[in-house]
């Protein structure tokens, strides 16, 4: 499974999961999963309910990573089984 990269929002009610793509989907390697879920309980204790996905080019995942950060999102890792 590919390594991903999580992040969570301010209030600690949403988090975001980047995941490189690890196969091919019309001979393109170059996409990242950006998907996306709410949490339920504390966190650490359930993980997240993902109710959406979408896949995205490399610079776009970038972007995005980067605009989460500069609005207060933060990195987090996964510590829920």
Do not use: C, Q
């Not at 490189?20 to 650490?44: A, C, R």
């Not at 995205?56 to 989460?68: C, F, G, K, N, S």
Request: aromatic share 12%; proline share 2%; hydrophobic share 40%.
């Amino acid at each position: 499974m590919a390594k991903s990269y999580w992040l969570i929002n301010s209030n600690r009610s949403e988090v975001k999961r980047f995941m490189k793509n690890d196969k091919s989907i019309d001979g393109v390697f170059e996409y990242m999963f950006i998907d996306t879920g709410k949490i339920v309980g504390g966190l650490g204790n359930k993980p997240p309910v993902m109710t959406n996905t979408v896949a995205v080019e490399i610079d776009l995942a970038r972007e995005i990573y980067e605009r989460l950060l500069s609005k207060g999102w933060r990195k987090i890792e996964k510590n829920w089984n």
